[in-house]
């Protein structure tokens, strides 16, 4: 998904379907459709920095990612959640965010990452490297 790493909104709302959900449970933060996502991420603090790295895994069936945020200080990447991706054909109905940073390691994934010129396999096999994460 390097349209959410490169803080790429118009790339990101053409891969939802029009009724599209992103949830973050258990906060009580839901938006749904076109509009209301693409008015939600560029509000986050990280958006537009380049600073998301998405590592592909798999839950309970569907794409997922370990998500981590860039270190402005180090060339770390710290645990930032896991996002959780709901198809309906070849676009997403649903972006479920998991803030529990401790759920990471039940998916073989670890809470950092080094600088993005090192590589990490994820369980599933996948490279890890932003350069290789393309789409789900």
Known sequence: ???LENSDIDRLV????EDAWLTMPPEPLEYQG???IA??????PWWGGRALRLVPTRANGQPAFGSYLRDPHSPIAHAYGLLVLTLEGDRISALTRFGDNSLLPLFG???TL????TSFRSPTGMS?????????
Do not use: E, I, Q
């Not at 008015?39 to 986050?44: K, S």
């Not at 890890?128 to 789900?136: H, L, M, T």
């Open 34 to 36: 076109h509009t209301a």
């Open 114 to 117: 080094h600088d993005r010129g």
């Open 1 to 3: 998904m390097d349209a």
């Open 14 to 17: 053409a891969l939802l379907t």
């Open 39 to 44: 008015g939600f991420y560029p509000r986050l």
């Open 109 to 111: 994934l670890p809470r």
């Open 128 to 136: 890890a490297s932003a350069a290789d994460v393309r789409s789900w």
